[in-house]
């Protein structure tokens, strides 16, 4: 991105009351209202802009100068970003997905918890009319997509076009790179600790220094690519085809654990499955876990919807997008366990009653929930969701971009 004195000429600014006028239009245009149209702010200074909450979906924003603006929690799904500066823009929990941003600069931005999925963020070249030259490219604005410096904790990027661009220590923490490509991309020193880079594409990638601690690297492409001083620690790899504690396949120590459930303890054999991959069994769906010892154990993006876990032990165990729908982990242990954008909705957090005047509290403290959904389906239950969470240990936990029952407020 050029400085403001090279600049091409095309540049415009425009009151803010137009500008306002012109967001007021558009959004009565995508209601389908009288008086509604789409709003063309191409090549408009929008530099320092306060935005949040705007619906521009669908909008032109061609070459815009957005730099510094606030666009939290805006929606911009299938937007044209192509070529604009947002450089140190503030885009926490903004809907951007399916947005052409070729070329686009978010060098330094804030993209915490938005949604990235299916943009394009390639390289972008830039012609104009010129009265004398005819059509004419922009000499600056032949580039790749530009994230260096760029916040996107918890953001979600799956199938987003980013062959080239440069995102050099740039902040992924926990973010979804899933099926993305990042074909020949300038990453070196990015932290992308927990994220969930599934069917990625890395040919050719430049990643020295990276930190890809406790990332998920199940069919990735990492073919040519510079992994240069890496750090792959704790890295999660496709799971084994089967599972065995002490000799017995893990399909049937689950089986004999549920039958010393039914059965209070007088058939089967409780499980003791510390460090366990559990995801080559898939799914857990309504399985009878209650009591299960299981801490640091895997079970990333398994479907545990509506499974029995109360008192469970699950301490540091990886539970990042998991399907926890209406399951029981009352009194469960959860003590820095990943929960990242796990689906905890309608889920039962409260206290377990294990003695007529003792109860064992759900203990979530230091547990990373960023991206989680703990909503309630109804109002009822989302007051019952609400009252779990003020009565579960949650001390240190981080709850950043979780999506909370109305009224509770944020701890992290």
């Known amino acids: 991105m050029p400085p403001a004195s090279s600049r091409p000429s095309l540049i415009r600014s425009l009151h803010a009351s137009v500008v306002r006028e012109a967001v007021e239009a558009h959004g009565r245009y995508l209601k389908g209202l009288p008086a509604g149209r789409r709003a063309v702010l191409s090549y408009v200074n929008l530099n320092n802009y306060e935005l949040d909450g705007a619906d521009l979906s669908e909008a032109d924003l061609t070459g815009a100068l957005l730099g510094g603006a606030s666009l939290r929690g805006a929606k911009l799904v299938r937007a044209t970003l192509y070529g604009a500066d947002l450089r140190d823009a503030d885009m926490r929990e903004a809907n951007l997905s399916r947005c052409d941003m070729r070329g686009a600069c978010l060098r330094g931005a804030n993209l915490g918890g938005a949604d990235l999925s299916g943009c394009d963020l390639r390289e972008g070249l830039t012609a104009v009319q010129d009265d004398d030259k005819g059509l004419r490219i922009l000499e600056h604005s032949k580039r790749p997509g530009e994230l260096d410096y760029a916040m996107l904790q918890g953001a979600n990027l799956s199938g987003a076009q980013m062959s080239g661009a440069f995102a050099r220590k740039a902040d992924f923490t926990d973010a979804d790179l899933s099926n993305v490509s990042l074909q020949g991309a300038k990453l070196a020193n990015a932290c992308l600790d ?144 990943q929960l990242a954008r796990a689906d905890l909705s309608n889920a039962k957090l409260g206290p377990l009653k294990i003695a007529e005047d003792r109860v064992l509290r759900t203990d979530l403290t230091r547990a990373v929930l960023r991206g989680a959904n703990l909503r309630g389906a109804s109002a009822p239950r989302a007051r019952l969701i609400e009252a779990d969470l003020d009565r579960a240990k949650m001390d240190g936990a981080d709850l950043r971009g979780a999506e909370l029952p109305p009224g509770t407020a944020s701890r992290s």
Do not use: W
Not at 327 to 335: C, K, P, Q, S, Y
């Open 194 to 337: 927990g994220a969930d880079l599934t069917g990625a594409n890395l040919h050719n990638a430049e990643m020295t220094n990276v930190s890809l601690r406790r990332a998920v690297m199940v069919g990735v492409d990492v073919s040519g690519a510079d992994l240069t001083a890496a750090d792959l620690t704790d890295v999660l790899r496709a799971p084994p085809p089967i599972v065995y504690i002490d000799d017995l396949p893990l399909n049937e120590v689950i089986e004999a654990h549920e039958l010393f459930c039914r059965s209070d303890g007088r058939e089967g054999k409780a499980a003791r499955a510390s460090s366990v991959d559990f995801r080559p069994l898939k799914r857990l769906k309504e399985r009878r876990l209650s009591g299960l010892y299981a801490p640091e154990a895997v079970f990333f993006g398994m479907d545990l919807e509506g499974a029995h876990l109360q008192g469970a032990n699950l301490a540091g165990a990886d539970l990042r997008g998991t399907k926890l729908r209406g399951a029981d982990l009352r009194g469960a242990r959860l003590v820095g366990a």
